[in-house]
């Protein structure tokens, strides 16, 4: 007896003693609970404060079945609720598994009965989950999230941690019998909600962006189409797609491939697009001028042994002519006249070959081979879009630097960030990379890429009234090693008004029915198509009614103006949108002229032609210098 006497003091020696800070804190845990608050998940606005994302509450119910006693009733319940078979849920009731879900994402309003779930020992948890109130429209760029609210793609995963929040927490008493209740003197810690992100789209934009690319997908048994919508002077993406798209609400519904940015992942080579690059370092290294004339070889002509055609038997062709029109062969003489590393330089100028820095998950920066690894016939072949790589969004830069006036911007599509109480966080300004080329250069090329649009290979993009520049290009796609003869890239660059561009879109049809697959046909009315429901639908895109005007020469009479305004350098820099019959024109003088010169110059006064035999304008009717309707025909003789 006194041994064991011994031994209990001993023991209580070493529970209140020894030990006290152990037992204490053990006890303290035991009569309280920790509670996780959790943060709500930042909000997705389009630059309009249009709402692309919403949190959306919901019940989880989950717990352990050995301490759930009533499975049938529970199960009977959760029947109800969810019209799925009682027998679906006792089965979960009755797993071995420790902890179960019953089920997740049940709104409030799907079931009555939620809160006496408690009663029986299930665990009822209050969430939220992500829900996207446009679908589909913008789902590749805005992403989606995962049941516990992590962002897995696009804008929701670029910016997870931004949206995220950090959660907070309280501590509870808890009873004998394992209820908890909240004390005011235990602490706790406010959860701080994530972060709104306000992007740069403009989801009206990108309605009739994704509409015109289904459809023109659908018209043309094309396997896919990518589109982007970008404002030139800042980089501010206004839209970017690619059909065929997913439903962020449902993503597990579609293939995976879907789910990607293609205009920034998918890479392919830009054919006649990508003639601005070398045109433009001609130009602006000043070997060329725009009224040079190359001989284009009657449409076909080798090139370090390899046969180089073009679409159309030209023969000669000014400078300008040749990217109105597109010339291989033309391309390809003025690129061998650049000097040593010129075209690679240009290149690397432009952006190609070199991510855009977007920040967006899985950019890729395309495919530029450096100049000691390419053949004899590279250069060619790369000034006409092969042997290189780009992506949409390089595109869309590389033009929006030719539009506004030489400067390669940073792409942005974050206009800023937002806490959850409105203050301003983060404003991302417009970056500039580089200077591309000087302003003279790049209203040089702008001209021109307005004369394609009006009478060159672009004319499908035209819109009556607006001065639209864009290219066309066609490209066959390389299969195996070597170049489809069936298999085609369609796609068109522009932007508008050129004057002052505020729109720059990319238009892509990925191996459109043959036919179709000529840039001029597949991708440039794409573009006409958006521009015009964009402009009949936002007032910022304003139209200038234009005086009735007599051109001639050097001097333009403003008939309704009653002025007479003299010394005018170059009347082509005027803004007269084509064929205008409210007009008078003086007839051009284009005798001793070549045919495409000639046919160049009664375009741009404002004629119809009509041509007999071949060689030099040998003689014209009307006569030079008479004043008739515009839209009228000026027929010539060549000799």
């Known amino acids: 007896m006194v041994l064991g006497w011994c031994i209990l003091i001993s023991r209580l020696f070493q529970i209140q003693v020894l030990e006290n800070e152990f037992y204490v804190g053990n006890g303290f845990l035991q009569g309280q609970h920790k509670e996780v608050l959790q943060a709500s998940r930042g909000n997705i606005y389009d630059r309009s404060n249009v709402l692309l994302t ?3 509450s919901h019940i989880t119910l989950c717990g352990k079945p050995s301490d759930i006693i009533d499975k049938i009733s529970v199960a009977h319940i959760l029947s109800q609720c969810t019209e799925k078979p009682t027998a679906y849920y006792l089965e979960k009731l009755n797993s071995q598994e420790p902890f179960v879900f019953l089920e997740r994402n049940i709104l409030d309003s799907q079931c009555d009965y939620i809160s006496n779930l408690k009663n029986y020992g299930v665990i009822v948890k209050k969430d939220y989950f992500r829900h996207y109130p446009f679908g589909s429209t913008g789902s590749q760029l805005i992403g989606f ?21 950090t959660s907070g927490w309280i501590m509870k008493k808890r009873s004998g019998t394992g209820k908890s209740k909240r004390d005011n003197s235990y602490p706790y810690v406010n959860p701080s909600n994530g972060s709104n992100i306000q992007v740069t789209l403009n989801i009206e934009y990108q309605c009739i962006l994704e509409d015109e690319l289904k459809k023109q997908m659908n018209a043309t048994d094309a396997k896919g189409a990518t589109g982007v919508l970008m404002n030139p002077e800042t980089g501010e993406i206004l839209a970017m797609a690619s059909i065929p798209s997913f439903d962020p609400n449902h993503p597990s519904s579609y293939p995976l491939e879907y789910q990607k940015i293609k205009a920034i992942t998918d890479q392919f080579e830009p054919g006649s697009t990508f003639k601005i690059v070398s045109a433009t370092a001609a130009i602006d290294k000043k070997i060329v001028g725009v009224d040079d004339e190359f001989f284009c070889e009657n449409g076909s002509f080798f090139y370090n042994g390899v046969r180089i055609r073009d679409h159309e038997e030209y023969g000669l062709l000014t400078f300008s002519q040749v990217l109105e029109q597109s010339s291989n ?12 590393q010129s075209l690679y330089q240009y290149i690397k100028k432009f952006g190609f070959g070199i991510e855009t820095d977007i920040n967006l998950p899985g950019e890729s920066k395309g495919f530029v081979r450096e100049p000691h690894n390419w053949s004899k016939i590279s250069p060619g072949v790369i000034s006409m879009g092969q042997e290189i790589s780009v992506t949409a969004l390089q595109l869309a830069s590389a033009y929006s630097a030719i539009a506004n006036g030489g400067y390669l911007l940073r792409p942005k599509i974050v206009k800023q960030i937002m806490s959850h109480n409105s203050k301003i966080m983060k404003n991302n300004n417009s970056k500039v990379h580089r200077r591309v080329a000087s302003l003279e250069t790049t209203e040089t090329i702008k001209n021109i890429l307005v004369k394609t649009v009006k009478m060159g290979t672009g004319s499908s993009a035209a819109i009556p009234g607006w001065d639209i520049a864009g290219k066309t290009g066609t490209a066959e796609k390389f299969i195996n090693g070597s170049y489809s003869e069936t298999k085609f890239i369609s796609n068109f660059v522009g932007f508008f008004p050129a004057e002052k561009p505020l729109l720059l879109g990319v238009i892509i049809i990925d191996e459109p029915k043959f036919g179709s ?25 304003q139209h200038k009614m234009q005086p009735k005007e007599i051109l001639n020469g050097n001097n333009v009479w403003a008939s309704n103006k009653n002025v007479f305004t003299k010394n005018i350098q170059d009347p082509t820099l005027l803004n007269h949108p084509g064929i205008d019959e409210n007009k008078d024109c003086i007839v051009p003088d284009v005798r001793q002229m070549s045919l495409l010169k000639a046919v160049r110059k009664i375009k741009e006064s404002g004629f119809d032609y009509s041509v007999h035999g071949s060689g030099i304008v040998h003689w014209q009717s009307p006569k030079p210098n008479l004043i008739k309707t515009c839209g009228s025909t000026c027929v010539i003789g060549l000799n």
């Open 329 to 340: 062969v033309g391309i390809i003489k003025i690129t061998e006249l650049l000097q040593g």
């Open 54 to 56: 919403r949190n959306i």
């Open 145 to 165: 999230t995962d049941p516990d609210s992590r962002g897995l793609s696009g804008i929701e995963k670029q910016y997870d941690s931004v949206l995220t929040g």
């Open 517 to 541: 697959h000529w840039g001029s046909i597949g991708a440039a009315p794409v573009f006409r198509n958006v521009a015009q429901r964009i402009i009949n639908m936002d007032d910022s895109f």
